[in-house]
């Protein structure tokens, strides 16, 4: 899904089994994708600076 779409950040939270949020982490280092867990981040604050994009 990475590799077809471009994706700029995967942002997981609780609700995520700990062994998918582990793969999602390995799969972003691997592919250079930035990866966020809300859980040990807490909130992301999804605004026009997070995403690099000016309106």
Not at 7 to 16: A, C, F, M, P
Not at 20 to 44: F, S, V
């Amino acid at each position: 899904m990475l590799q077809k779409n471009k994706v700029y950040l995967i942002v997981t939270d609780g609700s995520s089994y700990p062994s998918l949020k582990e793969r999602w982490r390995k799969t972003c280092a691997k592919l250079k994708t930035p990866y966020y867990d809300t859980q040990k981040g807490g909130p992301y604050l999804f605004t026009s600076k997070t995403r690099n994009i000016s309106f």
